[in-house]
């Protein structure tokens, strides 16, 4: 048997519905991520005997 009109415009509403919520969790989900995860930046080395030092070469 057919299904009748009413019952595909259910269904297809339902499939609309459960659409729209993974697309809002998805988007919540992304927002409240934050940025891109990356390695983690050190600040700049202020002469070249401390860069040494983070690399432990023992400059004499």
């Known amino acids: 048997m ?3 009109a009413a019952e595909n415009f259910a269904a297809l509403r339902l499939l609309t519905l459960i659409a729209v919520v993974a697309i809002v969790a998805t988007a919540i989900y992304s ?4 940025a891109v995860r990356g390695p983690p930046v050190s600040p700049p080395a202020a002469a070249g005997r401390d860069i040494l030092t983070r690399f432990c070469i023992a400059r004499r």
Do not use: E, K, Q, V
Not at 31 to 34: I, K, W
């Open 31 to 34: 927002a409240l991520a934050g």
């Open 2 to 4: 057919r299904p009748s």
